[in-house]
């Protein structure tokens, strides 16, 4: 037998090396499958996710979790974790697929009918007491409502409203539009292309639904109707897609609308390329703090002579696990986070609105960068709740993006989504 | 030797036989089953569906349609890839001052993630204030921005040179290392014998880069094949559907849509296209490597 030094070692010792290495394996296998949900000495462990909004999120909630963990020391322990937005409803579906959901979440409020549906979700009525209910602005509570159940409470409220700037508008001598045709002069008269386009039309990623709404709602038209059957074939739906067509084809607009996501469109707004932008308050902050000295105002979004404004509105909500062992000390957890210090640093740090009166009050939110949102609030429209809402969104994006790109007509597109979302 | 030698041997191999069981294997299994179950939207299987799933793709005509998508993208980079690096590999291949650092230069890429590389060209390709945009009108080429992204045509040509150009350092990689083990003694017997550079590259250089040549188009065709990240962060396949490859559409499909059950199928289709894409290659160019050798 040759010696080296990497001369095989002995039987004895190959044979407790293999097992090592087997025991190993089963035993990090094993560890990957233990709950972590033991309690140590009568603590009880939750599980808090929470969706990141921005590079903020985490330490604000941590600081906000590391005091209820000092206040109830000993009894609860509240463990926080957080994803990135686009990952939530991964993650919350792999996680209730698998029987770990977590205790406490953050999700998006379109996703109750989905997730209550799926019995993943616990009513939250009986556990709201009249005190802590008045607190809340009640249109947006009502937000997380589904079939005359509370599921959700507000959380990263916002309401979009027509950012533009000011001395663009001015310089075209035009106002602020107030209707469709405001919108289509202002967008066509004060572009100065390639430098200036009149309004930002993103068909490209997320969102692109929710930009189609803004037009949507604001012709009397809606997606869905009481029975989740699509409107998009409805008269005012079309009617809204060709004002977008023709506002596109006009020159309102970058031309070819589908090679431009939100993201884009946000940093061509605040680079001073565009005139016109619908979106949330954080806008506001953005702009502040990339392009400080651009003039810009916000107000709601232009509606088609005569109809009623609407203000797209979107939520998210905070829920809790139906199937959670510790029901009461996660409810304990969920009325510590809405006092309003939390959620005033909370709304300002992320840009979002306020979903507390108390914090609608303060002289934050009374500026006149926010007053104007808060006020859009009254005339609120949210996302409708529907199991396949996210599928209807797809199909909802395809149409837009075939009549915007020329692949089909807007009466064609419309009819096909129509088509589908019956049939789902 | 001792009877317990084969129960050693396998105690050794345990660890692999797991991981690979869980990570490879495990995720196969439950796709399988998945795509002839009835899926719930998260993921559960909820009851046999038989083949309900399959005959789904059948009437779906966006899936027929980025089936054909995927073969045109696929053939495109992989073909356009291998002939560019062809001249890539030889050129490496050379003695000149510099070849190490223009070694070195053409692996920079491919050692940052293809996410990265492609978040990048997102930018560089944005239709209003992008470096190409900038140069080309600063240039007076063009005096309206191209929006490349915007419109079907010349979407596909971006993510097509991107794909391209995030391929080419493996394969000619791959390549070079193909030419570097032919005998030098070859070329000179043919200098001797009056074989200039074409002859010499018909009659040597390509017919001993054939091994070599075979599998980086096999490796090529399945990455292209099931590249994620470049169709997917340029447009997301904007406008409906159009630029979807794939595996896009099956991540729509499944994690924006929540429709596992026909999203499985999907994968399970491309699994079997791939391997018996493999086989029957890996078969036909056997066959010729043989008559070849005769």
């Given at each position: 037998?040759?010696?080296?030094?990497?001369?095989?070692?002995?039987?004895?010792?190959?044979?407790?090396?293999?097992?090592?290495?087997?025991?190993?394996?089963?035993?990090?296998?094993?560890?990957?499958?233990?709950?972590?949900?033991?309690?140590?000495?009568?603590?009880?462990?939750?599980?808090?996710?929470?969706?990141?909004?921005?590079?903020?999120?985490?330490?604000?909630?941590?600081?906000?979790?590391?005091?209820?963990?000092?206040?109830?020391?000993?009894?609860?322990?509240?463990?926080?974790?957080?994803?990135?937005?686009?990952?939530?409803?991964?993650?919350?579906?792999?996680?209730?697929?698998?029987?770990?959901?977590?205790?406490?979440?953050?999700?998006?409020?379109?996703?109750?009918?989905?997730?209550?549906?799926?019995?993943?979700?616990?009513?939250?009525?009986?556990?709201?007491?009249?005190?802590?209910?008045?607190?809340?602005?009640?249109?947006?509570?009502?937000?997380?409502?589904?079939?005359?159940?509370?599921?959700?409470?507000?959380?990263?409220?916002?309401?979009?409203?027509?950012?533009?700037?000011?001395?663009?508008?001015?310089?075209?001598?035009?106002?602020?539009?107030?209707?469709?045709?405001?919108?289509?002069?202002?967008?066509?008269?004060?572009?100065?292309?390639?430098?200036?386009?009149?309004?930002?039309?993103?068909?490209?990623?997320?969102?692109?639904?929710?930009?189609?709404?803004?037009?949507?709602?604001?012709?009397?038209?809606?997606?869905?109707?009481?029975?989740?059957?699509?409107?998009?074939?409805?008269?005012?739906?079309?009617?809204?897609?060709?004002?977008?067509?023709?506002?596109?084809?006009?020159?309102?607009?970058?031309?070819?609308?589908?090679?431009?996501?939100?993201?884009?469109v946000i940093e061509n707004f605040k680079?001073?390329?565009?005139?016109?932008?619908?979106?949330?308050?954080?806008?506001?902050?953005?702009?502040?703090?990339?392009?400080?000295?651009?003039?810009?105002?916000?107000?709601?979004?232009?509606?088609?002579?005569?109809?009623?404004?609407?203000?797209?509105?979107?939520?998210?909500?905070?829920?809790?696990?139906?199937?959670?062992?510790?029901?009461?000390?996660?409810?304990?957890?969920?009325?510590?986070?809405?006092?309003?210090?939390?959620?005033?640093?909370?709304?300002?740090?992320?840009?979002?609105?306020?979903?507390?009166?108390?914090?609608?009050?303060?002289?934050?939110?009374?500026?006149?960068?926010?007053?104007?949102?808060?006020?859009?609030?009254?005339?609120?429209?949210?996302?409708?709740?529907?199991?396949?809402?996210?599928?209807?969104?797809?199909?909802?994006?395809?149409?837009i993006q075939k009549a915007l790109s020329?692949?089909?007509?807007?009466?064609?597109?419309?009819?096909?989504?129509?088509?589908?979302?019956?049939?789902? | 030797?001792?009877?317990?030698?084969?129960?050693?041997?396998?105690?050794?191999?345990?660890?692999?036989?797991?991981?690979?069981?869980?990570?490879?294997?495990?995720?196969?299994?439950?796709?399988?089953?998945?795509?002839?179950?009835?899926?719930?939207?998260?993921?559960?299987?909820?009851?046999?569906?038989?083949?309900?799933?399959?005959?789904?793709?059948?009437?779906?005509?966006?899936?027929?349609?980025?089936?054909?998508?995927?073969?045109?993208?696929?053939?495109?980079?992989?073909?356009?890839?291998?002939?560019?690096?062809?001249?890539?590999?030889?050129?490496?291949?050379?003695?000149?001052?510099?070849?190490?650092?223009?070694?070195?230069?053409?692996?920079?890429?491919?050692?940052?993630?293809?996410?990265i590389n492609a978040i990048i060209w997102?930018?560089?390709?944005?239709?209003?204030?992008?470096?190409?945009?900038?140069?080309?009108?600063?240039?007076?080429?063009?005096?309206?921005?191209?929006?490349?992204?915007?419109?079907?045509?010349?979407?596909?040509?971006?993510?097509?040179?991107?794909?391209?150009?995030?391929?080419?350092?493996?394969?000619?990689?791959?390549?070079?290392?193909?030419?570097?083990?032919?005998?030098?003694?070859?070329?000179?017997?043919?200098?001797?014998?009056?074989?200039?550079?074409?002859?010499?590259?018909?009659?040597?250089?390509?017919?001993?880069?054939?091994?070599?040549?075979?599998?980086?188009?096999?490796?090529?065709?399945?990455?292209?094949?099931?590249?994620?990240?470049?169709?997917?962060?340029?447009?997301?396949?904007?406008?409906?559907?159009?630029?979807?490859?794939?595996?896009?559409?099956?991540?729509?499909?499944?994690?924006?849509?929540?429709?596992?059950?026909?999203?499985?199928?999907?994968?399970?289709?491309?699994?079997?296209?791939?391997?018996?894409?493999?086989?029957?290659?890996?078969?036909?160019?056997?066959?010729?490597?043989?008559?070849?050798?005769?």
């Amino acid at each position: 037998m040759m010696k080296s030094p990497f001369a095989r070692p002995g039987r004895r010792a190959r044979r407790a090396l293999a097992l090592a290495l087997a025991v190993a394996t089963v035993a990090s296998l094993a560890a990957c499958g233990t709950s972590n949900n033991s309690a140590s000495g009568g603590e009880v462990e939750l599980r808090f996710l929470f969706p990141e909004y921005s590079a903020k999120t985490t330490p604000l909630m941590k600081t906000m979790v590391d005091d209820f963990n000092t206040a109830n020391k000993g009894e609860i322990k509240v463990n926080l974790e957080t994803a990135p937005w686009d990952k939530m409803h991964d993650k919350l579906a792999v996680s209730m697929g698998s029987d770990q959901a977590p205790d406490v979440f953050g999700y998006a409020t379109r996703w109750i009918s989905e997730f209550a549906g799926l019995k993943q979700l616990a009513p939250l009525d009986d556990l709201l007491t009249a005190d802590f209910r008045e607190g809340f602005n009640q249109k947006v509570l009502d937000a997380g409502v589904y079939e005359d159940k509370t599921y959700g409470l507000p959380v990263a409220v916002s309401a979009r409203l027509l950012f533009y700037r000011t001395d663009v508008l001015e310089d075209a001598g035009l106002s602020a539009p107030e209707t469709w045709d405001d919108l289509m002069e202002a967008a066509t008269k004060s572009a100065n292309p390639p430098e200036l386009y009149g309004l930002g039309v993103p068909a490209s990623g997320i969102e692109v639904d929710t930009f189609f709404n803004y037009f949507l709602y604001n012709n009397g038209g809606d997606i869905l109707d009481a029975d989740g059957k699509s409107m998009l074939s409805e008269p005012e739906s079309v009617e809204a897609l060709e004002f977008l067509t023709d506002l596109v084809k006009s020159g309102g607009s970058q031309p070819e609308p589908s090679g431009f996501t939100r993201e884009q469109v946000i940093e061509n707004f605040k680079a001073g390329q565009l005139a016109m932008y619908p979106t949330g308050p954080w806008l506001t902050a953005m702009i502040k703090a990339d392009n400080p000295s651009m003039k810009f105002a916000a107000v709601p979004f232009p509606t088609n002579d005569g109809k009623e404004q609407q203000t797209v509105s979107v939520t998210d909500s905070l829920g809790m696990s139906a199937n959670g062992a510790h029901q009461a000390e996660a409810w304990k957890f969920i009325e510590f986070m809405y006092q309003p210090k939390y959620r005033q640093v909370f709304d300002e740090t992320e840009g979002m609105l306020p979903e507390l009166n108390a914090v609608a009050e303060s002289a934050y939110y009374q500026t006149p960068e926010y007053k104007p949102f808060i006020d859009a609030l009254a005339t609120a429209k949210f996302q409708p709740q529907h199991p396949k809402f996210e599928q209807i969104q797809q199909i909802e994006t395809v149409a837009i993006q075939k009549a915007l790109s020329g692949l089909a007509s807007p009466q064609e597109a419309l009819d096909e989504a129509t088509a589908k979302i019956d049939k789902l | 030797m001792p009877r317990s030698e084969p129960l050693v041997g396998l105690l050794f191999i345990l660890p692999t036989v797991v991981l690979v069981g869980v990570i490879v294997f495990y995720p196969i299994v439950e796709t399988a089953l998945m795509s002839f179950s009835n899926v719930n939207s998260l993921a559960q299987r909820e009851g046999f569906a038989g083949l309900a799933n399959y005959q789904a793709l059948l009437s779906d005509t966006v899936f027929l349609r980025v089936l054909a998508q995927t073969v045109f993208w696929t053939v495109a980079v992989v073909g356009i890839t291998t002939v560019v690096s062809i001249p890539v590999a030889l050129a490496l291949n050379l003695n000149f001052h510099g070849r190490r650092l223009a070694r070195a230069l053409l692996i920079v890429p491919w050692a940052a993630s293809l996410m990265i590389n492609a978040i990048i060209w997102r930018w560089i390709l944005d239709g209003q204030h992008s470096i190409i945009n900038g140069t080309l009108m600063r240039l007076h080429l063009i005096d309206q921005p191209i929006i490349w992204l915007g419109s079907e045509g010349t979407a596909w040509a971006a993510i097509i040179l991107v794909g391209i150009l995030v391929s080419i350092p493996f394969t000619s990689f791959s390549l070079l290392a193909g030419l570097q083990s032919v005998p030098s003694e070859l070329y000179e017997a043919a200098m001797v014998d009056g074989a200039g550079f074409w002859a010499s590259f018909w009659h040597i250089t390509l017919p001993l880069m054939r091994p070599v040549l075979i599998v980086t188009t096999l490796l090529n065709v399945i990455y292209v094949f099931n590249s994620f990240p470049i169709p997917w962060v340029l447009t997301q396949g904007s406008p409906a559907y159009r630029t979807d490859i794939l595996v896009t559409y099956i991540y729509k499909r499944a994690f924006a849509e929540g429709q596992f059950g026909p999203a499985a199928a999907m994968a399970m289709l491309i699994f079997v296209l791939l391997l018996a894409f493999s086989l029957t290659f890996s078969h036909i160019t056997k066959e010729r490597a043989k008559v070849g050798i005769k």
